[in-house]
C-alpha cells in the first residue's frame, strides 16, 4: 500500500500508531476473513464422462468436476476431483479425492474406460512419465525420459494438448524439441550424438509470458500398448499447437504458430500469424486453411466432415472480435459462419450480440451430436454469455442467463455450464439442448448446491452502464458505453458506517471485467470495503469499435473513463460509499492506469495498489508484446 500524501513530500502514513492488542486483533480478523473466503473452492475444470440409458428409459449423466482452492497453509492452490451421477434431476455425488500437483495434463478417453496423465516425479521434477489407467483396474506407465525423443511436455494453455485417438489406442500431445546438451567449445564431442559444444551461453527466446523454457516444440505420437513414440517437427520454424484427432484417427488437424520474427508474446496475444494444418501419423504436414490470419482451437463435428475455429486478423490490438469459421474436410472449402461484429448485431428474439470474445477459444467440445449446431461462451459487456450458433445459416440464439454462464463441455446434446455472479461462487449446471430454435427454453438443473459467502449477501451487487460526457478524440467512439460492476451493499443499514471504496480497473488493456465470481475482491468486501470494477473504453464485449477506440489514446481516454466511473460510483451510493476514502488497486494496463489516477487526482484517491504496472515506456517498444499501445 503507497501512501499518496507521502509522495507528495509529507511523511503521512496509513495506518497511525496502533496498540499491540488492536494491531491483534486486526491482523486476527483479517486472518478468520481470509480462511473464510479461501474455503471457497472454484471450478477449474468440469466434464460430461458419460451418458447410460437407465432401467426406466431415461439417461444418467456422469460428471466430473475438477475443484481448484487456496491452500492458506501450503501457501499453494490445490485440486481435488468430485464424481457425479444424475439421474432424471437427482444428483448422487461421491467422495472427493485429491489431485496430484504433480500432474501435468489429465484425459480420459470418450469412451471412459481409460485414463491418461502426464506426470513428474517427486524425486526428479525434470523426469516425466505417461501414466494410463484402466478402468479394470489396469495401469502402466512409459518413462518418457527414457526414451529420450523429446524435452518436457506442454502443459499451457496455448499449444498443449492430450488427445485419445478415436480406436483409444494413440496420444497426441505436444513437447519440445530435443536439442543438443550445450558445453563449451574445448569439451569432448562423442560420436553418435548431437553436437552442442559453443552453445554453453547461446540465449534461445522463448514464447514470454508463462511461456519460459518454450521455444520449439514438436507432434508426439504415443502408441499405448507398444510404447512406440514418433516426434515430428513442423517446417519453417513452426510451432505446433491444440491438436485434435481426424474422426477415422489416421491423422491429427492443428495450429501452427509462426516464431519470427520473435516468439515473444504469445498469452493474450491473438494477433500473431497461425495456421491451421493437417498432418498423418507419418509427419506429412500439410496447410489446410486460407490467407493470412490467426487462427486457434480447432474442433471436429461428431460427423467428421467440418471443422470449426477462432480467427482473428494479424496485428494491431493484442486481442480483437474473432471470427467463427467452418473448413469443410476433406474438400477443405472454409467458409465465416460468424463474422466479426462492428457495435452491435439483433439476433434471434431480438437479444444483441457485441461478437465472440474468448481467451480460451472454442470449449474442448462444442459441437451437439447433428454436427450441425455448436455452442461458444463469449464476452457479452460485463458478463460472458453463452450461444448456441446453427453452422448452416449463422443463427445465432443466446441462453438465458444471470450473470456469467461459461459453457465447460458439450457431449451428444448435453451441455455444462460454470454459473457466477460477483457475489455467487462457482455452481455447476446441467442442461439438455431443445431442438433447432427452442434452444433459448433450455432447463438447466443444478449438479452443484447453491454456496454462500460468509458476511456477503448474494445481492451485493450491481450492474450498469454510462456514457462519458467528455468526447473522444475521435467522435466515432464518444458514444461508446462503460460498463460498471459494483460489488458491495447497495444501501445502508441505519446506523451503518459509510465504506471505503476501492476502484479496480482491469489490465489487458484489451480485457474485461466480468461479472462472475472473485476471491479477491469478496475478500475486500468481506473485510468492509466495497469494490468497483470498470470496463473503459478498449474492454472487449462491446463490438470491435470498443477495441479500436483506445489504441492511440491510451493514458488519455482510458484514464478518464476510469475516474468518471469512480465518481459515478460514489454519487449512485452517496448512502454507503465514503467518499474520503477512495482507493485504488490494478496490475498490468490497470496499474498504468492507477499510476495515471493517482498523480492526477490525489485528492480523491487516498492510496493505491500498484502490481507490476506498464509504465516503462523506455523499454516497451523492444520489449513488450503490445507495443502498438
Known sequence: MV???????????IFPALSKSYYSKMVDNLKKVLESVAAISTVKQ?????????????????????????????????????????????????????????????QTSNSGRMTACVMTSDKDKEKEHMMVMKTD??????????????????????????????????????AEKKQPKPTSFFASFKEGSEDGRGQEFLYRNDWGEQMKGKHQGVVCFLNVSTKELR??????????AQMVWTADGT??????????????????????????????????????????????????SPDGKKIAFLRSKVGGPHAKCSQLCLLSWPSKQERIVVDVVEREKRIHDDHLFFGIYTFSGLPRRCWLKDSERLVISTVSHSDIVSCVIHT????????????????TDV?????????????HPNQIL???????????????????????????????????????????????????????LYYGPVSNTKGASKRPLICWPHGGPHSSSINSYSMAATFFVALGYSVVFVNYRGSIGFGQDGVDSLPGNCGLTDVDDVHKATLNCLKRFSEVLDESKVFLVGGSHGGFLVTHLAAQYPKLYKAAIIRNASCDFTTALAGKDNPDL
Open 3 to 13: 501512501s499518496l500524501s507521502g509522495l507528495r513530500g509529507q511523511t503521512t502514513h
Open 251 to 300: 491423422g491429427v488437424f492443428g495450429v501452427a504458430f509462426e516464431s519470427q520474427p520473435f516468439r515473444l508474446g504469445l498469452v493474450y496475444c491473438h494477433n500473431r500469424m497461425s495456421k491451421l494444418f493437417h498432418m498423418d501419423m507419418n509427419g506429412t504436414f500439410t496447410v489446410i486453411s486460407e490467407g493470412c490470419s490467426n487462427v486457434r482451437t480447432p474442433r471436429v
Open 411 to 423: 457431449f451428444d446434446d448435453y451441455l455444462l455450464v460454470n454459473f457466477s455472479t460477483l457475489a
Open 46 to 106: 468440469a466434464t460430461i464422462t458419460s451418458i447410460r440409458e437407465n432401467s426406466s428409459g431415461k439417461e444418467d449423466v456422469g460428471v466430473e468436476i475438477q475443484w481448484s482452492c487456496f491452500n492458506l497453509a501450503g501457501s499453494e492452490y490445490t485440486h481435488n476431483l468430485s464424481n457425479y451421477i444424475v439421474q432424471d434431476g437427482r444428483i448422487m455425488s461421491y467422495h472427493p479425492a485429491p489431485l496430484s500437483k504433480n500432474v501435468l495434463l489429465r
Open 392 to 407: 448452416t445459416d449463422g443463427t445465432i440464439v443466446e441462453m438465458p442467463h444471470v450473470g456469467s454462464h461459461v459453457v
Open 137 to 174: 483396474g489396469f495401469m502402466t506407465t512409459i518413462d518418457l525420459k527414457e526414451i529420450d525423443k523429446h524435452g518436457k511436455v506442454y502443459a499451457d494453455e496455448e499449444f498443449s494438448c492430450l488427445e485419445w485417438s478415436p480406436d483409444e489406442t494413440t496420444l497426441v500431445y505436444v
Open 231 to 240: 516426434c515430428h517437427e513442423l517446417p519453417d520454424n513452426l510451432c505446433p
Open 430 to 484: 446441467l442442461g439438455c439442448v431443445p431442438s433447432k430454435g427452442q434452444e433459448d427454453c433450455i432447463k438447466m438443473n443444478q449438479v452443484t448446491p447453491t454456496r454462500e459467502i460468509p458476511n456477503v449477501s448474494s445481492l451485493e451487487y450491481s450492474v450498469w452502464e454510462f456514457v462519458n460526457d467528455t468526447p473522444h478524440p475521435n467522435p466515432k467512439y464518444s458514444d461508446i458505453s462503460i460498463s460498471l
